[in-house]
């Protein structure tokens, strides 16, 4: 059973092009967690949201916590090769367990 | 500091055989995990350590499946008698718990492949 569903699972776009990315649940988590993970090497933290409705941004990535905390959303804008990458979202649910969606496949084409 | 270390890099072993994975924390986290990661997918939990104890092992695939850990220092996964389908990057992970959400620190990964 997949706790976190991350939608789309694949996205293929051009560069300067904006996207955004879904992670839903019928669960209540005390907070969200993207990572950003690239070929050959392990996922890295990109944003920790904890609030629900907060709003944080980093560059050009938005992330946004849903007023009940069971969903987030990483929206992109003007996406760059540099982008691309395996997104993962991670809920937490207690003091040590993440419950992580399936990942996002991003493809940023020059 | 140093970040989370994990060998070897890269494992081929024929079916059958014993392997056993290395992951050295950052010095300091209490929490360890390993997770497994197939071909393009996301992170499939294993075993989760505190201090040295495993207070959850419901990932574990199989008995084939072990892992210990050293204090609040270096873990082995150990799979026995290796099955073509645990071919998988194997993920090891630390976090500093107490008070706060539990941010998970991440190794590069042994690629395991199983012929």
């Known amino acids: 059973t997949q706790l976190l569903e991350q939608s789309p699972q694949f996205l293929s776009i051009q560069e300067g092009e904006n996207l955004t990315v879904y992670c839903n649940s019928s669960s209540v988590f005390s907070s969200l967690q993207w990572y950003r993970q690239e070929p050959g090497e392990g996922p890295v933290l990109l944003v920790t949201?904890?609030?629900g409705g907060e709003v944080k941004k980093l560059k050009r990535l938005t992330f946004q916590f849903g007023d009940a905390r069971k969903d987030s959303s990483l929206h992109i804008t003007a996406a760059q090769p540099g982008d691309t990458g395996l997104y993962l979202c991670?809920?937490?649910?207690?003091?040590?367990?993440?419950?992580w969606g399936a990942g996002t496949k991003l493809i940023i084409k020059p | 500091g140093a970040g989370v270390s994990q060998s070897p890099s890269n494992k081929v072993t024929e079916k059958g055989k014993d392997v056993e994975l290395r992951c050295d924390p950052i010095s300091g986290h209490t929490a360890l995990y390993w997770y497994r990661q197939r071909l393009g997918q996301g992170l499939e939990f294993l075993i989760y350590?505190?201090?040295?104890?495993?207070?959850?092992k419901s990932g574990l695939p199989s008995d084939r499946f072990s892992a210990e850990r050293t204090g609040e220092s270096v873990s082995t996964l150990t799979i026995q008698r290796t099955q073509q389908e645990d071919s998988a990057v194997y993920l090891c992970a630390s976090s500093l718990l107490g008070p706060g959400h539990n941010e998970q620190f991440f190794g590069p990964g042994t690629r395991l492949t199983v012929l």
């Open positions: 949201v904890v609030t």
């Open positions: 350590f505190q201090g040295n104890s495993a207070p959850d």
């Open positions: 991670a809920g937490g649910r207690s003091n040590y367990q993440l419950i």
